[in-house]
């Protein structure tokens, strides 16, 4: 395996009311990274957090921002969320915009960059980007909502990027978001998969010391 497994918690999944605490118990894991949702009611039909609450959080927390961008024109919004603290911002296939241009962009802001893919994308569509990238990010679920159920047909597309990369001798990370738990990111481990967002089943886990330390070990 090229990466060490990384678990990266889903605000989404956190209190709302209480995301600074939310964030701090992530941290008091001894986790380092925190995956946050950034939805339009575009892309996809749900509204979450803007770049005020990545400014607002940043203050409070050291860990790595992994910022998810669900959005119809993340071209406009990568400055802003940058300077608010993101460590690291991923931006959607499917829209048109100019996704080589925007990863530079992202780079250029001094944030690590990364692509990600909707279930019914096919995997030749970043193709192309791949040498451009710090991560891929692979949708499990259709974004939009957490606690939605893995697809287990992802698994073939996380194999066949997983691929590429070794062929290509790359060194991205490879990502999956939606319906992660230990079970089924155990699979995507398998597959291939270094990086995994887990809101529902690391939120609602009886022992989130555990679950983290499981994940840790795979
Ligand atoms: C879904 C988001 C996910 C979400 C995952 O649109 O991109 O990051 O928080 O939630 P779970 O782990 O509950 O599927
Ligand atoms: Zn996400």
Redesign the pocket.
Same mark, same amino acid.
């Given at each position: 395996m090229l990466h060490a497994p990384i678990l990266a918690p889903?605000l @989404?999944a956190g209190d709302h009311a209480a995301l600074a605490e939310s964030v701090a118990s992530v941290e008091a894991l001894g986790l380092e990274w925190l !995956?946050v949702?950034i939805m339009d009611g575009h892309f996809v039909p749900n509204l979450t957090f803007g770049p005020q609450t990545v400014a607002a959080l940043r203050p409070r927390s050291k860990l790595f921002f992994d910022t !998810?961008l =669900?959005l119809d024109e993340p071209h406009r919004y990568v400055e802003p969320f940058a300077h608010a603290g993101a460590n690291q911002i991923t931006i959607h296939i499917e829209p048109s915009y100019d996704h080589a241009g925007t990863l530079r962009e992202i780079r250029r802001l001094g944030c690590r960059c990364g692509i990600v893919l909707n279930p019914p994308t096919p995997a030749e569509s970043i193709e192309h980007l791949l040498d451009q990238v710090d991560i891929v @990010?692979v =949708?499990t679920v259709q974004?939009g909502f957490g606690g939605q159920s893995f697809q287990e047909p992802m698994l073939d597309k996380i194999a066949q990027i997983d691929r590429w990369r070794q062929e290509r001798n790359l060194s991205f990370r490879l990502e999956v978001? $939606?319906g992660v738990d230990l079970e089924t990111g155990l699979h995507c481990r398998k597959a291939g998969a270094d990086t995994f967002?887990a $809101?529902t089943a690391f939120f609602n886990a009886p022992d989130r010391a555990l679950f983290a330390k499981t994940v840790g070990g795979w």
């Open positions: 889903s @989404l !995956h949702d !998810h =669900m @990010l =949708m974004p978001d $939606g967002v $809101g």
